[in-house]
């Protein structure tokens, strides 16, 4: 049976491990979380010394993840998105979330001074968003709200359904 793959972006703090998992746990997709993939295996390249944190080995994540995504069924999440090949995903989300909500869950995982105003404002400039419009086919790009709880089970429910409807339309 063919089934979708699906990513998850947007600025840290957005809600993409919350409902990547949830969704894994309501349906048999597989959940990927590239920052502990790559932590995992040490994929890195370097460190950035003004962000004091390591560098991303595209290429060697890529292969990593490679033999799954071609057999489908994959949720993958992280917060960039442009060097994932683009065949890979068959719908990408992008959650959204307003600066005071965001700000509070960036304070309350510890996040201070520069890298929380620098997160806060790549939302407020959609870097997300765009970096995912200009790496895929617009239509195949979604933005859901992610503030409230409400929002939250609202998206759940709406990636099931059409998780269902894509594996009945394409088996
Ligand atoms: P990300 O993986 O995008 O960094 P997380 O899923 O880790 O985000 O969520 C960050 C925090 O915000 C968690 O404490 C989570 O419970 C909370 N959160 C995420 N989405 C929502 C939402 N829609 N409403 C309320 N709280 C949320
Ligand atoms: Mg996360």
């Keep these: 049976m063919r089934r979708p793959n699906l990513l998850i972006t947007g600025t840290p703090g957005v809600g993409k491990t919350t409902l990547g998992k949830e969704i894994a746990a309501r349906t048999d997709l597989t959940y990927i979380n590239v920052g502990d993939l790559a932590k995992a295996g ?24 490679e033999d799954k995504m071609s057999n489908g069924g994959v949720i993958v999440d992280y917060h960039s998105c442009d060097f994932f090949p683009e065949r890979w995903f068959d719908i990408v989300f992008v959650l959204r979330t307003e600066n005071s909500f965001l700000y509070d869950r960036l304070e309350s ?12 404002q790549c939302e407020i400039f959609q870097t997300a968003y765009e ?7 617009e239509e195949i790009v979604h933005q859901l709200s992610s503030n409230t709880p409400e929002d939250m089970e609202r998206n759940l429910d709406q990636i099931i359904q059409w998780i269902e409807q894509w594996i009945k339309d394409n088996n």
């Design 131 to 137: 970096e995912a419009m200009s790496s895929y086919k």
């Design 42 to 65: 040490t994929l890195y390249e370097g460190f950035d010394e003004e962000y004091e944190c390591p560098i991303l080995d595209e290429d060697r994540v890529i292969d990593e993840i």
């Design 109 to 120: 995982r510890g996040y201070k001074g520069k890298k929380l105003q620098d997160n806060i």
